[in-house]
């Protein structure tokens, strides 16, 4: 084991939340010349942003720690690298998860970037992950809190990044950070976790979605090819989406819910199905990209497990690497997986890395 030698100065990723303001108490007592910054990575047309609010906090928890802190704007980056990419697929009608996005090409990329050109030697978030770093290289471990693990979202990432950075609260458990929190009477210990994708907010999803791009309107069919009602458009659902369809008094008799189980985009039809049945369920899937954090080379068929949605239990698979990409067979089938969303593999507490789902085997293919 590398042990870590503490750096002359770090940047810590202030949120305004208790994560990072317990991430940089850590730093400090640990001995480093800690900097706060605060990220503005969007700004809100309607007005509705809570980021001034946010921003404040960070103020307010800098000053208790005595601690210097500014703001950099990286706006221009967040819209170019990632909002457009989530209207894009959304357009598509494919599911995407800007938050592995912002990752890869924010706080790990132009973040990283800024925290080194200005003179930190690493750069720390309030990431719930823990790094191992060895003669091998390094490696991304799951937080000791399974329940707040992230290291989900922070597959995109590259080992050359994971190098220059720290996560504080990788062997904690929430409960202990809000009692540091509280014990050190940090502004932000009692505040709510933020939750949802961060540009949203506590909007309504929908309706977000319309400012930005055209619904266009079309008919709702059963597997068979039956009309049952109208959807708004086809980017507002997901596959096993059963809330919202509007059908919910329909019933074959069956007294099932209805749920989605494809899009027909060329003819601008969402496909639904009363009840769970096959074709909500895949045998595999296929990515274009898989992203490798492990050093170790991987043979080109390997076994290990999976997750295809945070907060899913990981799940048996056997990868086969195929070029820049990789398809991954489950050893039970698998419900709702979604093009679009990330597949992240595990090697026990190990994450391996992952990429975007671009294509799905069903159990039983739709025909209509």
């Known amino acids: ?147 707040k693990d992230q290291t989900y979202f922070l597959a995109g990432l590259r080992p050359e990044q994971l190098e220059q950075v720290l996560f504080p609260l990788g062997a904690l458990q929430k409960s202990e950070v809000r009692a540091l929190a509280r014990k050190h009477a940090l502004p932000v210990a009692e505040k709510k976790d933020s939750t949802g994708i961060c540009f949203i907010g506590e909007r309504n999803f929908k309706r977000f979605l319309m400012s930005y791009l055209p619904a266009q309107p079309g008919d709702m069919v059963d597997e068979r090819g039956r009309r049952i009602g109208r959807h708004d458009g086809l980017m507002y659902y997901t596959l096993g989406q059963r809330r919202g369809l509007g059908i919910g008094g329909r019933s074959d008799g069956s007294g099932e819910s209805w749920f989605v189980i494809g899009k027909d985009l060329k003819r601008n039809l969402l496909i639904v199905q009363q009840g769970e049945h096959e074709e909500l369920f895949s045998l595999s899937l296929t990515m274009d990209k898989l992203n490798l954090i492990c050093r170790d080379p991987l043979p080109k068929t390997f076994a290990c497990t999976a997750k295809f949605r945070y907060r899913q239990p990981d799940q048996p698979v056997t990868v086969e690497r195929r070029g820049e990409g990789a398809l991954v067979r489950f050893a039970a089938p698998q419900r709702a997986v979604t093009p679009g969303q990330w597949c992240v593999l595990y090697q026990g507490e190990e994450c391996l890395g992952g990429g975007p789902i671009e294509a799905t085997e069903p159990m039983k293919r739709i025909e209509i």
């Open 1 to 147: 084991m590398v042990e870590e030698k503490i750096s002359d100065r770090v940047i810590v990723g202030l949120s305004g939340g208790v994560d990072s303001a317990v991430a940089a108490l850590l730093l400090k007592e640990q001995g480093y010349d800690v900097t706060g910054v605060f990220m503005r990575n969007w700004e809100d047309r309607d007005g509705t942003c809570p980021a001034e609010e946010d921003y404040d906090d960070v103020r307010r928890v800098s000053e208790a720690l005595d601690m210097p802190y500014y703001t950099v704007n990286f706006t221009k980056e967040y819209q170019d690298r990632v909002f457009s990419y989530f209207l894009s697929e959304y357009a598509a009608g494919r599911t995407p998860n800007p938050d592995i996005l912002c990752n890869t090409e924010i706080k790990f990329k132009a973040f990283l970037d800024f925290a080194l050109k200005s003179g930190a030697q690493l750069l720390a978030t309030g990431h719930y992950a823990r790094l191992k770093k060895d003669d091998a290289g390094v490696h991304l471990l799951k937080g000791a809190d399974r329940g």
